[in-house]
């Protein structure tokens, strides 16, 4: 239900703005993370959005670089990436659910979940 795009190659230094659309009516009413996994790590929160208010939440490694935001009328929730570097290289993927505040950056309150997009950043 859960649709992840706007992945690609990029040089050090770039942009990419990452999308999660979904067809769900209700898609408001959840919050949206976005997690990603690199080549032999674990997987690791980005950021994330909250449901209502759009209270936003970043890892340390994203923050002043991603802004996550949502178009609640499109269905559609961004994850725009600056200055991004090698170490961002990864396959994203966003997740949708209604954690509790203490849970906004856990993988495991998340219950739906998208296909993920890959991320390749050049040195």
């Known amino acids: 239900q859960l649709q992840a795009s706007g992945g690609g190659l990029v040089q050090a230094g770039g942009s990419l703005r990452l999308s999660c659309a979904t067809s769900t009516r209700t898609f408001s009413s959840v919050s949206v993370g976005w997690f990603r996994r690199a080549p032999g790590k674990e997987r690791e929160f980005v950021a994330a959005?909250?449901?209502?208010?759009?209270?936003?939440y970043y890892a340390d490694s994203a923050k002043s670089r991603f802004i996550v935001s949502r178009d609640n009328p499109k269905n559609t929730v961004y994850l725009q990436m600056n200055s991004l570097k090698p170490e961002d290289t990864a396959v994203y993927y966003c997740a949708a659910g209604n954690p509790i505040l203490s849970s906004m950056m856990t993988s495991s309150a998340y219950y739906y979940w998208g296909q993920g997009t890959q991320v390749t950043v050049s040195s």
């Open positions: 959005i909250r449901r209502g208010g759009g209270n936003q």
